[in-house]
């Protein structure tokens, strides 16, 4: 059984979710896993155990202590506010940089993940990664008859 907190945590990413179009879901008792927009696009996973969050994507990790970080992370992933770049020695991926939209249109580093490789002496290259899931305009009810629009 989770805890009200973790369970308030998986509603508000299904609720993300339901604002953007076409995104294909899996829930679990545990976590959500949303698959890449297409093939420039990555597999989203939103997890929760034991009051932490953790948030997978693609082959980047990331853990929480904060519900509230966690969300704004998977959300901004979801509306293309988020990208992953992805370095490659020799055509073999194996690191992951979590870059995020500032408000000056610059994308800067968040977080990076690495596997050890063996072949250092490749040939370097990057492929950045960034889901766009079309931002549908939904009315959302603020509990007072008032409508407002929100956008994914």
């Known amino acids: 059984m989770l805890a009200r907190q973790e369970d308030l945590f ?5 609720a993300a979710i339901r604002h953007c179009g076409g ?20 597999d989203m996973v939103a997890m929760v155990e034991g009051g ?3 948030l997978y994507f693609d082959n980047w990790v990331e853990e929480f202590d904060c ?11 979801l509306a293309g506010e ?8 020799s055509g073999r991926r194996w690191r ?3 870059e995020k939209l500032n408000e000056d249109g610059k994308w800067l580093a968040e977080s990076t993940i690495g596997h050890v490789t063996w072949r250092f002496w490749g040939r370097p290259s990057s492929i950045y990664l960034r ?8 009315s959302v009810g ?7 629009s929100r956008a994914c």
């Open 82 to 89: 988020a990208r992953l770049r992805v370095d490659m020695l």
């Open 67 to 77: 519900d509230e970080i966690a969300r704004r992370t998977f959300e901004a992933a």
């Open 23 to 42: 995104a294909q879901t899996t829930r679990s008792q545990t976590g959500i896993s949303v698959k890449a927009s297409g093939p420039s696009g990555f």
């Open 52 to 54: 932490r969050f953790a």
């Open 96 to 98: 992951w940089t979590l």
């Open 10 to 14: 998986l509603r508000d990413v299904e």
């Open 131 to 138: 889901n766009a899931f079309p931002r549908q305009h939904v």
């Open 142 to 148: 603020s509990g007072d008859g008032d409508l407002t």
